[in-house]
């Protein structure tokens, strides 16, 4: 089975339809999404309409859990807890109930575990972020054990794509351009990047694919509208500051000025036009 993975839509439409319209070229027999459907952005609603119609087999991410109060936003930044207010007050009860119906984890097609966060822990698993190898390591374990059988794990919740190989008890990292082959004898983790809030200079939407039949793994990247996006954020007082800017290049910004002592004075004097952008 050839399955498209995303990730991390985050309410951009622009994004979700673009990445839609390329996997549609792909040939792909199911689209997984791995969690984080809502927030930052102002189409949660639209998002959910479009990956239902798509059949799309999805899985609760801390922000759409965080959306329905399933937990609260302790640890989200000042953005993301504005968004999760935001959104709670316009989303439909529909929307909503789906949400609220959305499993941590699932199984596709024997051979693919599908989570948000991390395959462990038992709790909050949707809340662990796997950025070092500690963690990938803790969860490539478990997933050696898992009683599907699986030999892969997708995740997202870091927004930056990944491959990891887990054999004869070493881990290494795989990298992903031109695609990989997986091996029969290793288990392995998979992020497909994030389709509407990069984090990296590269700003366009991200996908994979994953062929179940011949353990072949693809990286798409996709343009989208957006400056579209980001008007309709700006408008909504959704958007961080200089949120045109690259992430990597915000925060060093951010930083930058935070050193200098002028942070809270451009916050202050600059138009939110200006500063929101």
């Known amino acids: 089975m050839k399955i498209a993975l995303i990730s991390d839509i985050h309410a951009n439409l622009e994004a979700l339809q673009a990445t839609l319209d390329a996997i549609g070229a792909e040939g792909v027999e199911r689209i997984v999404c791995l969690g984080d459907i809502v927030g930052y952005n102002t189409d949660a609603a639209a998002c959910i309409a479009l990956l239902r119609q798509a059949g799309a087999v999805c899985i609760a991410g801390n922000h759409d859990r965080a959306v329905t109060g399933a937990i609260g936003t302790e640890g989200f930044s000042g953005p993301a807890t504005r968004a999760v207010d935001w959104t709670r007050r316009r989303l439909d009860e529909e929307s909503r109930a789906f949400l609220s119906g959305l499993p941590l984890t699932a199984v596709v097609d024997g051979a693919l575990v599908a989570v948000h966060g991390a395959l462990h822990p038992d709790e909050g698993k949707e809340l662990v972020r796997l950025d070092d190898d500690a963690k990938r390591a803790l969860s490539l374990q478990a997933l050696a054990g898992h009683s599907s059988g699986a030999r892969v794990c997708a995740f997202g919740h870091t927004h930056r794509a990944g491959l990891w190989e887990w054999r004869d008890g070493s881990l290494r990292s795989i990298p992903l351009d031109g695609g990989a082959t997986l091996q029969p004898d290793a288990v392995y983790l998979l992020n497909p990047g994030t389709v509407g809030e990069p984090r990296g200079t590269d700003q366009r939407a991200c996908?994979?694919?994953?062929?179940?039949?011949?353990?072949?793994?693809?990286?798409?990247?996709?343009?989208?509208?957006?400056?579209?996006?980001?008007?309709?954020?700006?408008?909504?007082?959704?958007?961080?500051?200089?949120?045109?800017?690259?992430?990597?290049?915000?925060?060093?910004?951010?930083?930058?000025?935070?050193?200098?002592?002028?942070?809270?004075?451009?916050?202050?004097t600059l138009p939110s036009r200006v500063s929101s952008i």
């Open 207 to 268: 996908f994979a694919c994953f062929d179940s039949d011949t353990g072949r793994v693809t990286l798409h990247r996709v343009a989208y509208a957006r400056r579209a996006t980001l008007a309709k954020t700006r408008r909504a007082g959704l958007a961080p500051r200089f949120a045109a800017v690259p992430a990597p290049l915000r925060m060093k910004l951010i930083g930058i000025l935070r050193t200098l002592g002028v942070y809270e004075w451009v916050k202050r």
